[in-house]
């Protein structure tokens, strides 16, 4: 059964702190990797990572993929009060549009 | 519309009634999709619509449950005969059918409550 397990459940630092968010997954015929942040409502839109190795980055965030030993983490700098939030991933299918998603973790940053 | 729009926000139903939820995709995205989100848990997967049919309902838990999207753009989630179960929020989300990975935009969801 396909499954994404992200890690950890949840998490809390202070300001300043750099975190490492992980998530493995077993998807079938896997095709892509999704990262969002989700706060009050609609999860937000983070990172796509398609290959392995190749580094996404977006100001004080970055991500990367591992195809071989399956999983992605997600990195995040100097955290500000405002990263709090739940963090999901989600693996594809190859072929479908269909998207599994971890249980997030949820990250408490403290000032 | 600028953004995929879900309607209620908030819905409060007793058990045994029937509910719709209604998305609004985004313009011009021809695949949707419907995810519910339980307390503390990620998004489940439902149902996806490519256009107007459903390409995948795997994820829809009995048959209490439907979803239609007749005319390829809103698409009405129904749930029949309520139970204090099925209380979750309800998201849709839209992306761009394309040949390669695509991103799903996500709507503020439905809150289902059913007492």
């Known amino acids: 059964e396909d499954k994404v397990v992200q890690s950890p459940l949840s998490l809390v630092v202070h300001e300043g702190d750099t975190v490492t968010l992980n998530c493995s997954y077993e998807?079938?015929?896997?095709?892509?990797l999704l990262w969002y942040k989700q706060e009050k409502k609609a999860p937000t839109f983070l990172f796509m990572l398609?290959?392995?190795?190749i580094e996404k980055k977006s100001g004080r965030l970055s991500s990367i993929l591992d195809k071989k030993e399956l999983f992605s983490i997600l990195n995040i700098t100097a955290t500000q009060t405002g990263d709090s939030a739940v963090y999901l991933c989600?693996?594809?299918?190859?072929?479908?549009?269909?998207?599994?998603f971890g249980t997030g973790t949820r990250l408490k940053v403290l000032a | 519309g600028a953004g995929v729009s879900q309607t209620p926000s908030n819905k409060v139903t007793e058990k045994g009634k029937y509910v719709e939820l209604r998305c609004d995709p985004i313009?011009?995205?021809?695949?949707l999709y419907w995810y519910r989100q339980s307390l503390g848990q990620g998004p489940e997967f439902l149902i996806y619509?490519?256009?107007?049919?459903?390409?995948?309902d795997s994820g829809l838990p009995n048959d209490r449950f439907f979803a239609v999207r007749p005319e390829g753009s809103v698409s009405t989630l129904k749930i029949q005969r309520t139970e204090r179960g099925d209380s979750a929020v309800y998201l849709c989300?839209?992306?761009?059918?394309?040949?390669?990975?695509?991103?799903?935009?996500f709507g503020a969801g439905s809150r289902l409550t059913v007492l």
């Open positions: 989300a839209s992306s761009l059918s394309i040949s390669g990975a695509n991103v799903l935009t």
């Open positions: 998807v079938t015929n896997f095709r892509s």
């Open positions: 398609t290959s392995s190795g």
């Open positions: 989600a693996g594809n299918l190859s072929g479908t549009y269909k998207y599994i």
């Open positions: 313009s011009g995205h021809t695949a």
């Open positions: 619509f490519q256009g107007t049919g459903a390409a995948d």
